[in-house]
């Protein structure tokens, strides 16, 4: 673990030399590497779900660097929720938003590499000491850490996505649905974006 931890650090270093060196190339060429290091940072220092990490994305990608609005940041997101893959696959339509399909390759790599790093290098590591009470701390820690990132996803999201009444009401009864018949969220996503489609019309002739 530390000496993953020591790798990835070393590597962010160096990419942030990189990049700082950077400033005569082409603007194309930066915004790469800008991508590169961004989700390279997040792979490596954001733990929990893929839910845990819209917060960061959020602080980075629209008030730090200004690659998307807030309105573009919500429907990348939106992307990832509603096809097969992990969460942060939005991150790969993130980069291709800001910079075609060249962004949305170091996009990918970034947010993916640290996380074969983490996890091949040290699992011999974690074999041996599963059963460590401060390794199981550490874990515990994390996890609570995990669920309050997640909290802040669903606050982040929520205040963008929720404008109006219709899509409050939406908001409302998808999660008393879920909380009550357990239904697969595919469904119900599915089932709250047909109602959405449909009350969109009527709200604009209102």
Known sequence: MML?????????WLMEVWLGQAGTAAD??????????FFTKAGAFVFGSGLAIIPFLQQGVVQQFGWLNEHQFLDAVAVAMITPG?????VAFIGFLVAGLAGSIMAAIGIFL???LFTILPAPWFKRHRD????????DGATAAATGAITGAVLVLGA?????????????TSFAVLWRFKISEPVLVAISGLVGLILWPLMRVG
């Open 4 to 12: 993953s931890a020591i790798v990835m650090g070393l590597t962010v």
């Open 28 to 37: 194309s060429a930066n915004v790469l590497a800008q991508l590169l290091l």
């Open 86 to 90: 992990p969460v942060v696959i939005t």
């Open 114 to 116: 640290p996380v074969y």
């Open 132 to 139: 460590n009470p401060q390794l199981k701390a550490f874990v």
């Open 160 to 172: 963008r996505a929720i404008n109006d009444v219709p899509t409050a009401l939406i908001g409302i």
